[in-house]
Nanobody, 118 residues
């Protein structure tokens, strides 16, 4: 079993920065990749960025150069993935979800709200 919990959302002004965290616990050694997805009001959930267990990253075109995904596996009991978001725009407003792809399927977190507004 795997548990995934996001944190770090909030209200930020356009052009500002925010860092999201995602902590996975449980069967962390079976994780293939982790990623961030987002869903804006009235829109479908979309991929933001992913990182594999080898450290390979992938970004949506809309966030390339502004967002950075990274991970910290220093602890044996949890795996943490971060999403550093810079130069935020109003269109980045969404609920951001963390996903872990592991050998039993996919595990989603409950999401954290990011609002970019002046």
């Amino acid at each position: 079993q795997l548990q995934v919990v996001e944190s770090g959302g909030g209200l930020v002004q356009p052009g500002g920065s925010l860092k999201l965290s995602c902590v996975a616990s449980g069967s962390i050694f079976s994780i293939y990749a982790m990623g961030w997805y987002r869903q804006a009001p009235g829109k479908q959930r979309e991929l933001v960025a992913t990182i594999t267990s080898y450290g390979n990253t992938n970004y949506a075109d809309s966030v390339k150069g502004r967002f950075t995904i990274s991970r910290d596996n220093a602890k044996n009991t949890v795996s943490t993935v971060y999403l550093q978001m810079n130069s935020l725009k109003p269109e980045d407003t969404a609920v951001y979800y963390c996903n872990a792809d592991y050998d039993h399927g996919n595990q989603w977190g409950k999401g954290t709200l990011v609002t970019v507004s002046s």
